[in-house]
């Protein structure tokens, strides 16, 4: 008779695991095209500038599937590099370079949050975790106590 808590147990623990752990999404969609410099994101207008001061930076990331941290960019491949505007402070914009002399003007849409704290997901397998060992616990307190 010990088999029947057992297979009722893992047959418990195989259905909450199905319908509790969350499936991560394969892409997202974005809103508008966009560069993270300095942790603050910067949404891409369709203006051009011609101004430029210094270089700032450069992407170090490139996805248009997922999102990621440092000067991550989900239009501009790894590499494009980020200049400072004359006249402009990059509290409120920087030029992207498009290549053949061209900037395109992106205007600082506020801070990218992206690689601060625990994401969702990951609290979701942590409580998983934590549910199915205590669950385990419970589980085998309850069966010692019926052996015995």
Sequence with gaps: ???KPLVAATSLLVTFMIFYLPSQ???TSWAY???V???HLYVISDEYVT????EIGHVTN???MEQYGGNFSNTYRKGTKYYSIEGISTDVAIAVNEGNGKYRKAVR????TYNRGVSAYTMSVLGTIAVLLILFLVYTRFFQKEVR
């Design 109 to 112: 849409e506020g801070e990218y």
């Design 33 to 35: 095209s966009f560069v």
């Design 62 to 64: 490139y996805s248009d």
């Design 51 to 54: 101004h430029i001061n210094d």
């Design 25 to 27: 999404a394969l892409s």
């Design 1 to 3: 008779m010990r088999s």
């Design 37 to 39: 410099w300095d942790d």
